[in-house]
């Protein structure tokens, strides 16, 4: 996902890769899908299995893209209400915490290399 400011506030964009990679999941889940229906297993050829495996993949997206966010110190664009996502609970002190973690994390990595 790219992150950019736009008019003073934190965007994100799903570059056209990510959008095959979410066809390519979904294609895959389905064959897995149709396979494990052939097969008679029943709960792995259910719905609700494509439904927990994209929530999942959701939360795993949040994970990655929440502290980049952070480190980022741009505010989140508003909600159509003028909401912003964790006004009030997140500051540029959080922000300058994240960056410092994921510098020293990115640091620790480059040294074990």
């Known amino acids: 996902m790219r992150l950019e400011s736009r008019d003073g506030a934190l965007w994100g964009q799903l570059p056209l890769k990510g959008l095959?990679?979410?066809?390519?999941?979904?294609g895959t889940r389905l064959l897995v899908s149709g396979v494990a229906d052939v097969a008679g297993a029943?709960?792995?050829?259910?719905?609700?299995?494509?439904l927990?495996?994209?929530?999942?993949?959701?939360?795993?997206?949040a994970a990655v893209v929440l502290p980049r966010a952070l480190a980022a110190d741009i505010p989140f664009?508003?909600?159509?209400?003028?909401r912003t996502f964790l006004a009030g609970l997140v500051g540029p002190a959080?922000?300058?915490q994240v960056t410092a973690f994921v510098d020293?994390?990115?640091n620790n990595r480059r040294d074990h290399r």
């Open 20 to 26: 095959w990679l979410w066809a390519l999941l979904i």
């Open 42 to 50: 029943q709960v792995a050829a259910s719905t609700s299995t494509i």
């Open 52 to 61: 927990l495996l994209l929530g999942i993949n959701r939360l795993a997206q």
């Open 77 to 82: 664009a508003p909600e159509k209400d003028g």
């Open 94 to 96: 959080v922000g300058r």
């Open 104 to 106: 020293n994390r990115r």
